[in-house]
T-cell receptor, first 112, second 110 residues
Framework: DTAVSQTPKYLVTQMGNDKSIKCEQNLGHDTMYWYKQDSKKFLKIMFSYNNKELIINETVPNRFSPKSPDKAHLNLHINSLELGDSAVYFC???????????FGEGSRLTVL | QQPVQSPQAVILREGEDAVINCSSSKALYSVHWYRQKHGEAPVFLMILLKGGEQKGHDKISASFNEKKQQSSLYLTASQLSYSGTYFCGTVSGSARQLTFGSGTQLTVLP
């Protein structure tokens, strides 16, 4: 069983479209995250949810909207996609807010 | 503010040792180390907590100097499988969020 799973693994889309990425963890963790990794491999935190409550909301365009229906799921919806949104998006989970992270396999988004 | 890692890249032969450094300008609660192989997700290696507690893999060691807000990862007798990008992540006392450094690309040659 995959501990943190993301779907889809690859998205190729046109500028202006809307897309969603889903994440599920079966580790029983209470905290989930979205990280963005750009072409230079820099891992930047975007959002964090603890027990379904948003606790970290970094300077991210309003076009990005996370949603956590329950502790095991965290989705990311992106509106009006731009070229600069092309990146690998990683979902991660942890038990508590400062403990180590388990990452999903990543979702590679390419905006044309 | 992200921690600073050095070196940016290192190339070594199997069996050689390497040290990767991580420093922060903030007072730290903990330091994390992760390894990411090409095309894969980052994988947790070790966490070092303020006060001396450590949790991680047996074959990897690290240090945490709380006074200097610095950590070092020690890779001894490198194997080909050690190749990848190593990230340190820091959690400061107030923010309690994990911020990653820019990574160190390690290449182990036969």
């Amino acid at each position: 069983d995959t501990a943190v799973s993301q779907t889809p693994k690859y998205l190729v889309t046109q500028m202006g479209n809307d897309k969603s990425i889903k994440c599920e963890q079966n580790l029983g963790h209470d905290t989930m995250y979205w990280y963005k990794q750009d072409s230079k491999k820099f891992l930047k935190i975007m959002f964090s949810y603890n027990n379904k409550e948003l606790i970290i909301n970094e300077t991210v365009p309003n076009r990005f909207s996370p949603k956590s229906p329950d502790k095991a799921h965290l989705n990311l919806h992106i509106n009006s996609l731009e070229l600069g949104d092309s990146a690998v998006y990683f979902c991660a989970s942890s038990q508590g807010t400062a403990w180590w992270l388990f990452f999903g396999e990543g979702s590679r988004l390419t905006v044309l | 503010q992200q921690p600073v890692q050095s070196p940016q890249a290192v190339i070594l032969r199997e069996g050689e040792d390497a040290v990767i450094n991580c420093s922060s300008s903030k007072a730290l609660y903990s330091v994390h180390w992760y390894r990411q192989k090409h095309g894969e997700a980052p994988v947790f290696l070790m966490i070092l907590l303020k006060g001396g507690e450590q949790k991680g893999h047996d074959k990897i060691s690290a240090s945490f100097n709380e006074k200097k807000q610095q950590s070092s990862l020690y890779l001894t007798a490198s194997q080909l499988s050690y190749s990848g990008t190593y990230f340190c992540g820091t959690v400061s006392g107030s923010a309690r969020q994990l911020t990653f450094g820019s990574g160190t690309q390690l290449t182990v040659l036969p």
